[in-house]
C-alpha cells in the first residue's frame, strides 16, 4: 500500500511539472499568434525537439552500448566479489541482495536514457539556431586569407561543428575514461607495469579489449575533426602582435594541428586494428603518444618560434599578418565603407560667412538632455505617478521647417503610486497606460531659461499639426514592466481632469483572450487564482503580456542584439517606439573583439517598430544585403518586411543608432591607419575627445546634431563624434585631428564621413575648450559667485559644430537651486571660436560678440493650429475617456466662479484709473484690498514666467 501511495505521489509530481511546463508553453503559444508570429513559436520548439532526439538517440547508443557491454562485469562485482568483501551473507550463505539480470537491464536503461537526453537537452537549447543556420547558409561572397574559405564558413558552418563536436566528444570522453576505471577497479585490466610500451605491462580480457578499442577509436575520430577545425580556428589566434594567424600560428601551430591529426588518424587505426587483434599496445601507445605530443606540438613548439624567430623580427615577420587584420577588422565593423576628406580650416569665420551658416546655427541644441529631463519632470509631471524615463532627440518638418526636436513619453510608474493604492485591481485593472508625451525645440529657450514646449500637458495639447496626437495612451514602453487586464467590467484610469478621472477601455489589436481554458492555464502558470476570483473579469477581458518594449522584441527575436536606447516618434497621430537590432558574430576571422559586447561583426540591419498602444511589433530590413539577416530571413521567411513597407512619415525618422557608431568609432581610434607600419608602430593613434564632468575628463558621447555638412547645399541630422591624437600620462594632447559624422536622411542613410584636420593645423579639442572657459577670468568668477548664493551651476554638454571650415563650440549653463524640487533654467550660454570666448544670455548675443553681426536666428515655427488646443482622441465607442456628470458640473461652476472674479478684479482696476470710486468706499481698507489685489496679480505674473 506504501508503494503504491509512493508511486502515485511521483506520478502527481510529474503530472504537476509537466502541466507547469505545459502552461508555460500555452501561454507562448497564444501570444506569438496573437502578434502574428506564430512561426517564431514553433520553429525554434520544434528545433529543438529534433536536435534532442537526434543527439540523445546517437548517445543513448553508445553509452548504452557500453554500458550492457559492462553488464556482466558489473553483475558479477556486485553478486560475488562486493559480497565477500562486505560479507553480506546470512546463516544459509545465501547474499542477503541479489541483483537480478532483469533489474541490472532496467537500470542500464534508465542510466542511459537519463545521461544521453540529459547532455542532448542543454545542447537542443543551446544549439538549435547553430543547426538552422548551417543549413540556411548565405556566403559572404568573399574568402579568408589564409585557407581561402567563404568568410561565411566561419559565420555559419563552424560553429555548427563544434556545436556538434563539444555535443559529442566530452560526453564520449567521460565515458571511456569511468569505463577504464571500472574495468581496473573490478579487475579486468591487470596494470603490471606502468611502462605500458612493453608487451605485457597490461592485462585485459578479450570482450574489454574489444569493448575498449570501440570507445577509443571513435574517440580519436572525433579528436582528428577536432583538430582539423582547430586550424581554422587559428583566425581568431590571440597569441603575439596580431589578433588572428600570425607568423608563429601559421608556421608553428598549423604544423602541429596536421601533425596531431595524423596521429589521431593512426590511434584510429591502431584502435580498430585492436579490435581484432589481441595486441594492447595498439591502444595503448596511441594514447600516450597523444598525450605527449598536445603540449608540445600544439603549445611548446609555437612558444619557441614566437620567442626566437618572430619576436627578433616581429615586423618583417608580421606585416602580411596585420594587412589581414586592419582588412577584416575594417570589414566586420563597416569602417572599411567611410568615406574620407580633408578638412581644411585655414580659412577664418567673418559675418559674412556666418550668415550662410543659418541652417546649422538655427538648431544648435542648446537644451542639454540631462538637466531637460528634470525640467521634464518639474513642469509636466502632473502627477507623481507620471515619469520620464529619459528624452530621445529626432527631427521633424514643423511648418515646411527642419528642426530638431527633444521627446519624452509620459509613461505610469506603478512604483510611485501611493503604497495603499498598489493592490491587485488596481496594478493590474485600473492603471494599465501611460499618457502623452512632451516634446520642445532643441534650440528654443523661454526668458526664463525653460525650454519652448511644441507638445505639453495631459491630454496633449499643441501649437503644431504634426505633433497633433490622436491616440495618446501608452500600454507598452520602457517602464511598463508588468501584465495588465483590460476591457473588464472596471473601467481603467486614463488621465487625470480637475476634480475627477477620465476614463477609457482598451482598443487596441493585441491581447489574449481570458476564454475559460486560457483562463485555467494562465493561472496555473501565473500561480494564481485571480483569473477566476476576480469579478471583474468578463467574456471579453484580454491579458497584455510582455509590456515592455525590450523584452517584447527580444523574446520574439532573441538571436538579434539591441540597441539600449529605443525612441519615439509621433507617427500620423499614433506613438511608435523604434528599436535598432542588430545581426552580430563572435566568429568572424581576423577581426577585434569588441570588449562591450564580445562580438566582433555587427551589422544593423533591422529596424523594430512597437506601437505604444497596442504593442504590434514590425520587423523592417535595413541592410537587405547582410548575409546573417539573409540566413534569418530563409529561417524564418516573412519575418523581416522590405524596408519599401514602411511608411514615408516612419521612414523619415530613422536615426543611425549611437550604439553602433560607438563601436565604430572606438575601433576607427586605430583601424583608421590602413598601412601596417604605421599600425605596428600606433605613429597616428587616436582617442575619443573628452570634456569637463563633475570637473573630471571623460570621453565626449556622440550627439545627434542639425548641420548642413561640407559640400552639402541643406540641413540634416547628423550623429558625430571628434578625436583627439592619443595620449600617454607624459604626453597628453588634446587638439582635435579628425571627426566622424553618420548621415541618416533620405538616400543618405546610413553613410560615414571622417573628416581630417591637415596635420599642420592647430585645431582646439574640446578638453583645451572647456579649461579655458575655467580660465577666463570673467567666466570662472561669475559661475564661482552663482555657487556660493545657494544655487548650484550645471554646465551642459559642450557641442563642438563645423562650420564653414571652421569649429564654433558651444555649452550652455544651467542653474539649479540646491533645495530639494528645483527646476533647472538655462542662465547663460557659452561660445568659442579661435582664441575667443564669450558669455552671454542668448545665443544670438553671444554670436554678436564674437562676429560683430547680430544674426537673426529663427524662433519656434508659427503654430498651424489653435493654440495649445489638446489633441484629438480617438473617436471610437470605449475609447472615449468618461468624466462623472456631477464631477463636470462642479469643475464648470468653478470655472464661472473664476471668471466672475476676474471681472470685479478689471471692473475695481476700470473705477480706479477713471477716478470713479463709488460702489468702493472712501475708507483706506478699500484701497488697502486693491493694492492687496493689485500685489497679488503681479506675483501671479511673476509666478506665471516660470511657466512653459
Known sequence: MRRTARFLLVLLGIGLLLLITLSGLFEDYLWYSDLGYSQLFWTPLISKGLIQIVNGTILFTFIAGTLFSIRHAILTFVNERLRKRLRLVHEMDRPLYHLSQRKMTIWLIIVSVLISFGVSFVTGFTGWLEVLTFLNSTPFGQGDPIFFKDLGFYVFQLPFFYTIYNAFFGPLFLLTFFTVLFYSFTGVIHFQSFLIWRKEAVEINPAARRHLAILITVLFLFKGFGCYFDTFRLLYSQHGLVL????????????????????????????????????????????????????????????????????????????????????????????????????QTNQPLTSETIQKELPTLNNVRLNDPHPMLQTYTQKQGIRPYYKFHDIDIDRYRVNGEYRQVMLAPREFSYQDLERTAQTFVNLRFKYTHGFGVVASFANAVTPEGLPAFAIKDVPPATDYQEFQLSQPRIYFGELTHDWVVVNTDLKEFDYPAGGSNAET??????????????????????GTLRFYLANEINSQSRILLHRNIMDRVEKLVPFLQYDDDPYLVVDEGRLKWIIDAYTVSDTFPYSSMTPEREINYIRNSVKVVVDAYDGTVEFFAVDAKDPILQTYRKIFPGVFKDLSAMSDTLKSHLRYPETLFTIQSTMLKNFHMTDPTVFYNKEDAWDIAKELFASEPQNIAPYYSVMQLPGS???????????????????????????????????????????????????????????????????????????????????????VLPIANSFLYVEPIYLQSEKGGSTPEMKRVVVAYGDKIVMSETFEEAL?????????????????????????????????????????????????????????????????????????????????????????????????????
Open 848 to 948: 554678436a560678440q564674437l562676429f560683430g553681426v547680430r544674426l537673426k536666428l529663427s524662433p519656434p515655427p508659427q503654430a498651424n493650429v489653435s493654440a495649445f488646443a489638446p489633441a484629438s482622441l480617438d473617436s471610437e465607442e470605449d475609447q472615449e475617456p468618461t468624466i462623472d456628470a456631477e464631477d463636470e458640473t462642479q469643475a464648470l461652476l468653478k470655472q464661472i466662479e473664476q471668471i466672475r472674479e476676474m471681472l470685479n478684479q478689471l471692473e475695481l482696476q476700470f473705477k480706479k484709473i477713471t477716478g470713479d470710486s463709488s460702489g468702493l468706499g472712501d475708507n483706506k481698507d478699500s484701497d488697502s484690498d486693491y493694492d492687496k489685489s493689485d500685489s497679488e496679480d503681479s506675483e501671479d505674473l511673476e509666478n506665471q514666467k516660470t511657466k512653459p
Open 244 to 343: 588572428g594567424s600570425g607568423y608563429a600560428d601559421i608556421h608553428a601551430a598549423l604544423p602541429a594541428l596536421k601533425a596531431l591529426m595524423i596521429l589521431c588518424a593512426l590511434g584510429f587505426i591502431g584502435g580498430g586494428l585492436s579490435f581484432f587483434k589481441n595486441e594492447v599496445r595498439l591502444l595503448t601507445l596511441p594514447i600516450l603518444t597523444i598525450f605527449i605530443s598536445i603540449p608540445l606540438l600544439s603549445g611548446l613548439w609555437p612558444m619557441v618560434l614566437q620567442s626566437m624567430v618572430v619576436i627578433p623580427n616581429e615586423l618583417e615577420k608580421e606585416i602580411p599578418y596585420i594587412q589581414n587584420e586592419i582588412a577584416l577588422t575594417r570589414f566586420a565593423y563597416g569602417l572599411d565603407q567611410i568615406m574620407e576628406e580633408d578638412y
Open 505 to 526: 477601455r482598451y482598443g487596441g489589436k493585441s491581447g489574449i483572450q481570458l476564454t475559460p481554458f486560457n483562463r485555467l492555464m494562465l493561472s496555473i502558470k501565473h
Open 713 to 799: 547645399d541643406h540641413p540634416e541630422l547628423i550623429l558625430m563624434i571628434p578625436f583627439t591624437p592619443s595620449s600617454s600620462s607624459s604626453n597628453i594632447r588634446n587638439n582635435m585631428v579628425a571627426w566622424l559624422a553618420a548621415r541618416m536622411d533620405g538616400e543618405y542613410y546610413g553613410e560615414l564621413r571622417l573628416y581630417k584636420i591637415p596635420k599642420n593645423s592647430e585645431v582646439d579639442g574640446p578638453l583645451q575648450v572647456e579649461l579655458r572657459i575655467d580660465q577666463d577670468p570673467e567666466i570662472s568668477k561669475q559661475l564661482a559667485l552663482w555657487g556660493q548664493r545657494g544655487s548650484s551651476v550645471i554646465r551642459g554638454n559642450l557641442l
